[in-house]
């Protein structure tokens, strides 16, 4: 079952613009990934917050997490062309068992 | 370093046949992992294998089987292929199996007719 979902389904901004995606998920979790999609090809990992983490940078990328509302938000400031992308939340319920479960998906477009 | 690669890209089979998809990794890397993605439905996990010689089922196992060769190869095998196989298979590794990322290969996708 989907553990993540994210919102929204699609977004489509200017070039330039802040882009931020949001995710929930349902269960406790020991981290919480971001992975971005380009069409046709596989995830590319972006960043990991573990649980205790409410915050984490990455160049571009600002990630926010709350446990208390099961929720995550990516944001990627100053967008580009080649922000372009699916970009999925993954989470990692712990327990040693299982892979990550992925949500479905933002779809986001720059228009240059 | 080629990193996780997948063979092959595509393929196509008739209902009833038989495949190997086969992954490598040449990272060391101890876990690794086989997704489905359909449309709209984001990764869901048929397989993983937390360490050499281990395997374990995941969420949509049914109509799978994986071996887990040796530290690098991780092959999923379908043995009676049905139209609802139809998807795209990515094969992903990582150091440990849980507070690690995965690294994904390219994606192979099969067409079942």
């Known amino acids: 079952s989907q553990q993540g979902e994210e919102d929204p389904q699609a977004l489509s901004i200017q070039e330039g613009e802040n882009a931020t995606m949001n995710c929930s998920y349902k269960?406790?979790?020991?981290?919480l990934q971001w992975y971005r999609q380009n069409s046709g090809r596989g995830l590319v990992h972006l960043i990991l917050i573990r649980s205790n983490e409410r915050e984490k940078h990455s160049g571009r990328l600002r990630v926010t997490l709350d446990t208390s509302k099961k929720s995550s938000s990516l944001l990627i400031t100053a967008s580009r062309a080649a922000d372009t992308a699916s970009y999925f939340c993954a989470t990692d319920s712990g327990g040693g068992a299982d892979g990550l479960t992925f949500g479905k998906g933002t779809h986001l477009i720059i228009q240059p | 370093n080629a990193g996780v690669t997948q063979t092959p890209k595509f393929q196509v089979l008739k209902t009833g046949q038989s495949m190997t998809l086969q992954c490598a990794q040449d990272?060391?890397?101890?876990?690794m992992y086989w997704y489905r993605q359909d449309p709209g439905m984001g990764l869901r996990l048929i397989y993983y294998s937390a360490s050499e010689g281990t395997t374990d089922k995941g969420e949509v196992p049914n109509g799978y089987n994986v071996s887990r060769l040796n530290k690098r190869e991780f092959s999923l095998r379908l043995e009676s292929a049905a139209p609802s196989q139809t998807s795209v298979y990515f094969c992903a590794s990582s150091l440990r199996q849980t507070h690690y990322e995965q690294y994904f290969g390219p994606g192979t996708r099969l067409t079942v007719t």
């Open positions: 990272m060391n890397h101890n876990s």
């Open positions: 269960t406790s979790i020991n981290n």
